[in-house]
Nanobody
């Protein structure tokens, strides 16, 4: 299983970016897809998630500005980020909890490579 993220970049404060992450491989089902972010010297923090059964949720720090959505047919998750602030600058990581055809009874954790989002003031 691979998670391929895209969409990071440089944007001015108040601007918007859209991150996308596509899952590929021997996927049987996707239980959850989410976004995390990390800045140097800090722990990786949860940003938003879209669970098959649990629905969507977002951290208080981004609620009302970021929207997560899933395209189940394309096995893709998007993160629409509006009203970006300099403190949103971070490496954003895609995460997925997936069952595979090789191990259908076990949900495993997968991470994509990060994509850098830089918000200038």
């Amino acid at each position: 299983v691979q998670l391929q993220a895209s969409g990071g970049g440089l944007v001015q404060a108040g601007g918007s970016l859209r991150l996308s992450c596509a899952a590929s491989g021997s996927i049987l089902s996707i239980v959850n897809m989410a976004w995390y972010r990390q800045t140097p010297g800090k722990q990786r923090e949860w940003v938003a998630s879209a669970g098959t059964l649990s629905g969507t949720d977002a951290a208080d720090s981004v609620k009302g500005r970021f929207t997560i959505s899933r395209d189940n047919a394309k096995k893709t998750v998007h993160l629409q980020m509006n009203s970006l602030k300099p403190e949103d600058t971070a490496v954003y990581y895609c995460y997925a909890l997936i069952t595979t055809t090789q191990a259908p009874g076990i949900a495993e954790h997968y991470w994509g490579r990060g994509t850098l989002v830089t918000v200038s003031s």
